[in-house]
């Protein structure tokens, strides 16, 4: 498969593409230094502040000991002072680690130690995990440039610099640990070429200026939060960061502050409808919004149209995912759709559907999608052996994802890892949850396999609406009408809640891990 017709080509991404990180905010610096960069409760940031403290940021850093191919861990919710530490730590070409406060004190050392990190810094006012955290390792509470109250680490002299390199094609900016489908992190070395030219790219998509305001809740220390808030930076609009997801207060931010453009993951537009339904608004004002974007796990068609409805906007789904940088493709504005597609491959990448073969899919067939260009990371930080078995040797990068074409538009139905053989079929999760999902009374789902005399069963997780007292048997029922038999799960069990990542990712090796000895 290739690239779809391109709205604009490579050229058009190329030209005037900034050449490090910090380098985003510099024609709006030079153009419009007034206009608000960045905004939070109770603070805001015009772009010369931005450019004079990021500055300040990096003087600082480099008094700390931070020196050019150090790796140095930002531990933040959303906040004016994460952008102004991943700026400047661009500026000095040290890597940025922004880490999400959440995590467990185990997954936080795993992530210092294997990164090599040179020092840790909590932004300690900014969340309590955060604060939590810093207090943990033993941090001085310190200011850094004009940031107050930043927990910073002791200095870990043992640890080496990586060789900066000059070209944005090789310098790595970000290194971005996700735990994928096994639980185990993996460090991905995302470069200032990959970031720079997904972001340009989702933004000529979206046809962006200096007159968007987008609203950033989906977390920094994840791969679409940096992408968002680079793009923004590059456009000269603004950025609306958000620490911690509330629907109320996105509610009320799209009626009175001019968002325009709003991102989530499905359950951060299933909260938003139950808010509205719970607090009896007979309809959300939409305000300023002309755009709202999904991505980041499969698209309930039903939740889709209730969505578009409440808000009288399509809600385009995209594809992407950390090693991509994460852009892949997308549901084009001129062009939305009522189903689950996920939309074209975007200008300047490639793609192709291989079958178990490995040979090119036919039209319709599902295989595995391999993708290819400036977007596709460096690789996985000190882990040569798991790099070469993604990455071949012409560039190709296998996703792991299930995927099919209609035409020029994909389809994501699964992860490799995750597809059950179940008595020589083959069922994609993707499918199973789609149905389950467009029940009244489930929330959100979730299926896995689990071995059962040689072959695989089918199971499924799902959580109800508050208040619902559907039964697992009704739901059984409910699936049945709509599955063939071996598609049918032979367990559904009911979560308050299925566990999930910060932005809204189901961890299902965490429910499936659950039902080992079951």
């Not at 130690?113 to 932004?123: A, C, Q, V």
């Not at 791969?223 to 509610?251: C, E, N």
């Not at 409440?310 to 009522?338: D, F, H, K, M, Q």
């Amino acid at each position: 498969m290739a690239s779809a017709q391109p709205e604009f080509d490579v050229s058009d991404i190329l030209d005037g593409l900034p050449e490090r990180l910090h380098d985003t905010m510099a024609r709006a610096v030079a153009e419009t230094p007034d206009h608000p960069a960045l905004i939070e409760d109770g603070r805001a940031w015009s772009y010369r502040q931005l450019a004079n403290n990021v500055d300040q940021t990096a003087a600082s850093l480099t008094a700390l000991g931070i020196r050019p191919g150090d790796r140095m861990m930002i531990v933040s919710e959303n906040s004016i002072a994460l952008v102004a530490l991943l700026l400047a730590a661009s500026k000095i070409n040290a890597w940025a680690i922004v880490v999400n406060p959440r995590l467990s004190p185990r997954e936080l050392d795993q992530i210092r130690d294997h990164s090599g990190s040179r020092r840790m810094f909590f932004t300690a006012d900014v969340s309590g995990e955060a604060a939590s955290h810093a207090q943990r390792v033993g941090t001085e509470i310190a200011k850094v440039g004009p940031l107050d109250n930043i927990g910073v680490s002791a200095l870990n002299e043992t640890t080496t610099p990586e060789p900066v390199q000059t070209s944005p094609a090789k310098q790595v900016a970000v290194l971005i640990y996700t735990s994928g489908t096994t639980g185990t992190p993996k460090g991905v070395m995302l470069t200032h070429e990959n970031l720079l030219f997904s972001a340009r790219t989702t933004a000529l998509l979206r046809r962006m200026d200096n007159r968007d305001k987008l609203y950033v809740v989906l977390p920094i220390s994840h791969i679409v939060g940096v992408s968002l808030t680079l793009m923004t930076l590059m456009t000269g609009g603004t950025v609306r960061l958000v620490s911690k997801y509330d629907p109320a207060a996105l509610a009320k931010a799209i009626a009175e502050e001019g968002i325009t453009i709003l991102n989530g993951v499905p359950a951060t537009y299933q909260r938003l409808l139950e808010y509205k339904t719970l607090s009896g608004v007979p309809k959300l004002n939409k305000g300023s919004l002309r755009y709202i974007g999904v991505a980041g796990a499969p698209l309930d068609p039903d939740l889709k149209s209730r969505v578009e409805a409440e808000l009288g906007l399509p809600l385009l789904n995209g594809y992407g995912i950390t090693e991509c940088a994460p852009g892949i493709s997308g549901v084009r504005i001129e062009a939305p759709r009522p189903d689950s597609a996920v939309g074209q491959i975007v200008p300047g990448v490639e793609g192709r559907i291989i079958d178990r073969d490995g040979k090119l899919a036919a039209n319709g067939a599902v295989g595995e999608l391999h993708v290819r260009g400036k977007n596709v990371m460096l690789g996985y930080y000190r882990a040569p052996d798991l790099t070469e078995k993604v990455i071949d040797r012409d560039g190709w990068f296998n996703t792991g994802d299930l995927a099919y074409l209609d035409g020029d538009c994909m389809f994501i139905v699964g992860r490799t890892k995750e597809m059950i053989i179940r008595s020589g079929f083959n069922v994609y999760p993707a499918e199973v949850e789609a149905v389950l999902s467009s029940h009244d009374a489930v929330v959100q789902s979730a299926v896995v396999g689990r071995s059962a005399d040689g072959n695989e069963e089918v199971v499924a997780f799902v959580q109800l609406l508050k208040g619902s007292n559907v039964t697992p048997s009704e739901l059984m029922a409910f699936a049945g009408k709509q599955l063939t038999s071996y598609k049918r799960p032979s367990q559904i069990i009911v979560l308050d809640a299925l566990p999930a990542t910060s932005t809204g990712k189901i961890l299902k090796h965490k429910l499936a891990e659950s039902l080992r000895g079951t």
